[in-house]
Antibody, heavy 120, light 112 residues
């Protein structure tokens, strides 16, 4: 059974950098069949794509965030990470990591999500 | 970037059928068949319930069905049950876009 688990701080100060990690079990981040993705959800709002990474290290970021975001892989630990710079209150959200089929047809496994609040 | 339009809310009584629409354009939903749907209960992660327009993952009830006509994809929930009360999101993969994934804004389903 594939499982994903986010970890990271629940509180970040404005202008600082958010760092989150997603630990994967039951699959390998070196799998060629999937993208490893980050998706977020502001409180009371809908789902927003942040971006994804392939086992080659190739990344694709949503245009609205690409100037501030970096997604990376740590294959030895079977995990991937998100860094989002220059955080503001608008970045307060639940952050989900997820496995996305490379064919584009589905996001089939999700982490439980972690709430990140931006506040001084 | 494509934008997918949902109704904000849909409601129905137990046992009824409801349909949630997801409307795009001839350049996205009208052209591509990689439409998926996700169910999200409050405080939970989304769950995949339909992919490739009308396919159900294993373990998903056959009360959930998907379809597409023209520029609109639809999710139908038959035999509505109290546990179906949740938010539902459509998603589309548009291979011609620089960033190919997009979610709809979501529909709140209320079981009366």
């Amino acid at each position: 059974q594939v499982q994903l688990q986010e970890s990271g701080p629940g509180l970040v100060k404005p202008s600082e950098t958010l760092s989150l990690t997603c630990i994967v079990s039951g699959d390998s981040v070196s799998s060629g069949s999937h993208y490893w993705s980050w998706i977020r959800q502001p409180p009371g709002k809908g789902l927003e794509w942040i971006g994804y990474i392939y086992f080659t290290g190739n990344t694709n970021y949503h245009p609205s965030l690409e100037s501030r975001v970096t997604i990376s892989l740590e294959t030895s630990k079977n995990q991937f990470s998100l860094r989002l710079r220059s955080m503001t209150a608008a970045d307060t959200a639940i952050y989900f990591c997820a496995r996305t089929r490379r064919s584009g047809d589905k996001v089939d496994y999700w982490g439980q999500g972690t709430l990140v609040t931006v506040s001084s | 970037q494509s934008a997918l339009t949902h109704p904000a809310s849909v409601s129905g009584s137990p046992g009824q059928s409801i349909t949630i629409s997801c409307t795009g354009t001839s350049n996205d939903i009208g052209r591509y068949n990689l439409v998926s749907w996700y169910q999200q209960h409050p405080g939970k992660a989304p769950r995949l319930i339909i992919y490739e327009v009308d396919k159900r993952p294993s373990g998903i009830s056959d009360r959930f069905s998907g379809s597409k006509s023209g520029n609109t994809a639809s999710l139908t929930i038959s035999g509505l049950q109290p546990e179906d009360e949740a938010d539902y999101y459509c998603s589309l993969y548009v291979s011609s876009s620089t960033f190919p994934y997009v979610f709809g804004a979501g529909t709140k389903v209320t079981v009366l």
